[in-house]
Structure formats: C-alpha cells, structure tokens
C-alpha cells in the first residue's frame, strides 16, 4: 500500500482490531487465552510522508461490539456459553461498564519512523481515564499496515477477571493487534466524499 500525503479512512470493512488475553494464577490450566475483535471501529490518518511527526491518528472502538472469536488452551474446548458469559463479563462495571462508557478512544500525540517501520504514541481513553500508550507498526510487503500495543488494563481501572478465589485470572497486561489492508481517502473541505 503506497500512501500519499491527504486524509485517510479506514475500519471493520478494511482491517482487523483485536485484543489478546492470557491466563495468569494456579489455575491457569483450565482457562483460555483469548482473541476479542472489535466488530465497530473507525479510524482515521492524517498522512505527510516527507514529515511524519506531521501526521496523526485516530481511532475510535464501540465497547459494546467487542465479541469473543477463539479461545485457546484450557481443559474444555470454549463453549458458546461461555462466549455469553465473557461478553457479560466484559460489559460489566469491573470491566469495561459499556452503558456509562461506549467508546474507547485513541488520538495519536507524536509519530516517528517510516510507513515501513513507525511507532505511534498517544492518549488512550478507556472508562474515562486517560494514558500515554505506544502504538508499534509497519508495512508487510502487500502493503497492509500492521502492528501491535501492549497494555496493562488496571491502569484505566480495569480489574482483570478472576474466578475460583483468585486461582485463574486473566494476566494484566493485554496485546492489542490491528491490520488494515486498504486506507481509503476522505474528502478534504469542500469535497464531496469520492
């Protein structure tokens, strides 16, 4: 994917954005390490090749669209009823309390590197709470964009989930994943979107 300067769109219809959790505890057998994908997303980029620390991003995730898409390891294959009970699990107010907050945002503050190899910093907003996180990605050879964050989720005042008194849990620290094949332009002022 060769970008040129200009506004660009990107979201579900063009790219991948998912979270990946692992098990933690005594009990960490019998869980899973799970992939979560945001179904509704969108994004945003704001491209100056000659100058990347001119560009920006954005990206902006409904919380209540993150949906449960594979669970490895563990005893027990995953079952459908719990994919029920960690999609409660996750809209509840230990968790992501997605009636009070349904959106996760990110704003980038600084970009450096290449379109091949860049690291975007910026303030992501979870349940209200605002940090810096680091964002590291790149270009494969078919030009999709790709790349990876790591976050620790009590940082935003998430508690991790936890059962049998504290024996299985899913780790603190998380990996968000994303990919996107396609940006597609925006129409700048005055412009009718293409």
């Known amino acids: 994917m060769t970008v040129s300067d200009g506004s660009y769109g990107f979201g579900p219809s063009v790219g991948r954005l998912r979270i990946r959790t692992s098990r933690a505890g005594l009990g960490r057998k019998a869980g899973h390490d799970l992939t979560i994908e945001a179904t509704r997303w969108s994004g945003s980029a704001v491209v100056v090749a ?16 993150l949906t449960v898409r594979e669970g490895t390891g563990g005893l ?12 409660r699990t996750l809209g509840s107010e230990a968790l992501l309390h997605t009636a009070e907050h349904p959106t996760i945002t990110f704003r980038s503050t600084s970009i450096t590197g290449t379109p091949d190899s860049f690291e975007i910093t910026g303030d992501l907003t979870i349940k209200g709470t605002t940090h810096p996180v680091t964002v590291h990605g790149g270009s494969d050879g078919d030009g999709t964009v790709c790349g990876w964050a790591s976050l620790t989720q009590s940082t935003w005042g998430i508690k991790p989930y936890s059962a049998f008194m504290g024996a299985l849990k899913v780790a603190d620290e998380v990996r968000i994943e994303y990919e996107v094949t396609k940006l597609e332009p925006l129409p700048g002022p005055g412009q009718a979107p293409a």
Request: no cysteine.
């Open 50 to 65: 000659s100058d990347p620390a001119k560009s920006s991003v954005t990206v902006t995730v409904e919380t209540g669209s």
């Open 76 to 87: 027990k294959p995953l079952t459908d009823a719990d994919r029920a009970e960690i999609q």
